[in-house]
């Protein structure tokens, strides 16, 4: 069945950077759009970017434009989350989340995800 699991988490000083990933199993990434999402203590869970099953990507939150890219690699199984220039306003677990989709150009943000990872811990100190 589908799997997701996060890695590469951890504690980085402002300004550093840090490559998340999201192994899958149980499915390809044709027909799915995969995303990232965060959820910081006393905050609402935050969708960060997201990709199609035809590698469009989009990042849809204003705080990460310009320094977080999502991308997948399908002969490895991944997704992945590349953040540079940290703040600590980034300090969150990080979630993958995935879900089928009707084409491979859907727009990912109107979909409701149903399969979740177990969440990565990002700490980003002063």
């Known amino acids: 069945q589908v799997q997701l699991v996060e890695s590469g988490g951890g504690s980085v000083q402002a300004g550093g950077s840090l490559r998340l990933s999201c192994s899958i199993s149980?499915?390809?990434?044709?027909?799915?759009?995969m995303g990232w999402f965060r959820q910081a203590p006393g905050k609402e869970r935050e969708g960060i970017a997201h990709?199609?099953?035809?590698?469009?990507?989009?990042v849809n939150a204003d705080s990460v434009k310009g320094r977080f890219t999502i991308s997948q690699d399908s002969a490895k199984s991944t997704l992945y989350l590349q953040m540079i220039s940290l703040k600590p306003e980034d300090t969150a677990v990080y979630y993958c989340?995935?879900?089928?989709?009707?084409?491979?150009?859907?727009?990912?943000?109107?979909?409701?995800?149903?399969?979740w990872g177990q969440g990565t811990q990002v700490t980003v100190s002063s």
């Open positions: 989340a995935a879900v089928r989709t009707a084409s491979i150009y859907p727009t990912c943000e109107l979909y409701h995800y149903d399969f």
């Open positions: 149980g499915f390809a990434f044709s027909n799915y759009c």
């Open positions: 990709i199609n099953g035809g590698g469009i990507a989009t």
